[in-house]
C-alpha cells in the first residue's frame, strides 16, 4: 500500500527502519583510503527509507543517527543527525518530482522506478558532501589557498563506493514487503562481512606500516646525517609512482621500497658509516654492498613484493656505471628508476657533512642535467610536476652528538649526480674512491 510524503507514513515501518539505521550506523563504518576516510552501509538503510516513509520519514530516520552507540560529544551527534536528517529529506523530494512513488515497491514498479532512486541517491551525496565540506570549511580544514593540493582520486573512490552501498536501498525496499525486517539484514549482512574484512586488512597494514618505520629508525641511529632520509625518500617515490598513474597498491609497494632501500646499511660497520673524513677503498666496497645486503635482509618478507626490486638496484644507473649489477636503461626496474631520482633529490636537497643543502631549483636542474645518463626522464619529470604542485618540505640540518660537523675533507655521495651543471654542485664521486653513499 502506498502512502503519502507528508501524512499516513507506516509507523511501524518507520521504526524498524529508524532502529535498523542506528544499528548500521553503530558497527558498521567501513575503513578505506589507507585508514585516512571511512563510509557507512547505513546510507542504504537511509536510501531505502526516502522509497519506504517519504521525504518525512527519512528525515525522521536520519536524525536518528544521534542515538548511536558511539563514543561522541553532543555537537557532533547533533551536526551528523543534522546531516543525515537534510540529506535524506532533499533526497526524499528529489524522488518525489522524478516520480517516484512512497511505499513498498512492486512488479510494476520497475525499471521505472530506478530513475527517480538514482536521481535521489545523487542528491543525497551531493548534499551530504556539501554539508561536510562546509564544516570542514568552518573548521579551517579547507582553506582557499592550499599549498599542497587535495587528493581527488580517493575522494572520488570512497563517493563511487558510497554510491554503490546506497543503490542497495532500493533492493532493502524492494523486499521489505515480502520479509519485513529480515529484508535489510539480508542484503546487508555481507557488507557488515566486508566491514569486518576491511577492518582486518588496515590493521594489517598499520601494522606493516610501523614495522618498516621501526627498520627506518634502526638505520638512520647508526647514521645521524640521514635522519628522516628514508622517510622522505618514500614520500618523493610515492609522489612520482602517483604522477604517473600507477594504481594505489603499486604505489603502496614502491613507497615502501623507498622506505627501505637504505636498510642493508645495517650490515655496514657504524664507524664507516660515521667517518668524517675520506673512506679507503675497502670502506667505499662496503657501503656498495648495501643495496644486496638490504635485499638480502627483506626478501623474505612477502609484503613487499615489487619493493624487493627497487631496494636491490636503487643505485643502478641508465649508462651501466650503477651497482650492484651494472644494469643498464630498462634493464632497471621501474621501481628502482623512481626511487633512484627520489633518493637524489632528498640527498641534495639535504645539509650533509661535507655540503650544504641544494635549493630545490638547483636540485631539479641537477637531475635534469643527468637524464639519460643516470636517470630516467619520465621518472625527474613526474617528480618535477609532483613538487610544483604539492611543494618539498626540505629537512631540519641534523647534527651529529655533540653538534659538531665531519671536516671539509669528507667526499659527497655516490647516491647523487656526477654532473656538476650548476657550478655549485659536489664534485664527482667516481673522481675518488672514497666518494660518500649517504
Not at 192 to 205: C, G, L, M, P, S
Amino acid at each position: 500500500m502506498l502512502v503519502g510524503p507528508y501524512s499516513g507514513i507506516n509507523l511501524k515501518t518507520l521504526v524498524l527502519v529508524a532502529v535498523l539505521f542506528v544499528v548500521a550506523e553503530s558497527i558498521s563504518t567501513i575503513v578505506v583510503s589507507n585508514g585516512k576516510m571511512g563510509m557507512s552501509p547505513s546510507s542504504a538503510v537511509s536510501l531505502a527509507a526516502v522509497v519506504l516513509v517519504g521525504p518525512v520519514g527519512a528525515a525522521v530516520v536520519g536524525f536518528a543517527s544521534c542515538l548511536t552507540i558511539r563514543k561522541q560529544i553532543l555537537v557532533k551527534r547533533a551536526f551528523n543527525g543534522s546531516q543525515f536528517a537534510l540529506a535524506a529529506y532533499a533526497a526524499g523530494h528529489v524522488y518525489l518530482l522524478c516520480g517516484g512513488n512512497v511505499g513498498e515497491p512492486v512488479r510494476e514498479d520497475f525499471p521505472m522506478v530506478l530513475l527517480p532512486y538514482v536521481a535521489a541517491v545523487l542528491t543525497h551525496t551531493v548534499v551530504n558532501s556539501a554539508l561536510v565540506a562546509a564544516l570542514m570549511w568552518t573548521l579551517g580544514a579547507v582553506q582557499t589557498r592550499r599549498k599542497r593540493p587535495i587528493h581527488w582520486r580517493p575522494l572520488a573512490a570512497v563517493e563511487l563506493s558510497s554510491i554503490g552501498y546506497q543503490m542497495l536501498g532500493l533492493a532493502i525496499a524492494a523486499v521489505w514487503g515480502g520479509v519485513g525486517i529480515i529484508a535489510p539484514l539480508l542484503v546487508l549482512l555481507p557488507l557488515f562481512i566486508a566491514r569486518w574484512t576491511f577492518a582486518q586488512q588496515a590493521d594489517e597494514a598499520r601494522a606493516h606500516e610501523a614495522t618498516l618505520a621501526t627498520l627506518c629508525q634502526a638505520v638512520e641511529t647508526k647514521d645521524y646525517y640521514t635522519r628522516g632520509h628514508c622517510m622522505r625518500v618514500a614520500e618523493g617515490s610515492a609522489m612520482i609512482a602517483r604522477e604517473l598513474g600507477m594504481p594505489a597498491e603499486r604505489v603502496q609497494k614502491i613507497r615502501y621500497a623507498g622506505m627501505l632501500h637504505d636498510i642493508g646499511k645495517l650490515g655496514v660497520p657504524t664507524k664507516v658509516l660515521q667517518k668524517t673524513g675520506k673512506l679507503t677503498d675497502e670502506e667505499y666496497a662496503a657501503i656498495k654492498l648495501h643495496p644486496t645486503r638490504g635485499y638480502e635482509i627483506v626478501r623474505e618478507i612477502s609484503f613487499l613484493d615489487e619493493a624487493l626490486a627497487g631496494i636491490r638496484h636503487h643505485h643502478e644507473r641508465l649508462d651501466g656505471r650503477g651497482y650492484p649489477m651494472g644494469l643498464v636503461g630498462m634493464e632497471i626496474p621501474e621501481s628502482a628508476r623512481i626511487i633512484t631520482v627520489a633518493d637524489v633529490f632528498d640527498c641534495l636537497t639535504s645539509t650533509r657533512s661535507y655540503r650544504k643543502a641544494w635549493s630545490v631549483e638547483e636540485a631539479i636542474t641537477e637531475l635534469r642535467a643527468c637524464v639519460g645518463t643516470q636517470f630516467d626522464g619520465r621518472m625527474v619529470e613526474a617528480l618535477v610536476r609532483a613538487v610544483e604542485r604539492e611543494g618539498w618540505k626540505t629537512p631540519d640540518i641534523a647534527e651529529p652528538p655533540g653538534g659538531c660537523y665531519a671536516r671539509a675533507d669528507a667526499e659527497p655521495t655516490d647516491a647523487e649526480p656526477t654532473a656538476d651543471a650548476t657550478g655549485t654542485g659536489p664534485a664527482p664521486a667516481e673522481a675518488v674512491p672514497g666518494g660518500r653513499d649517504r
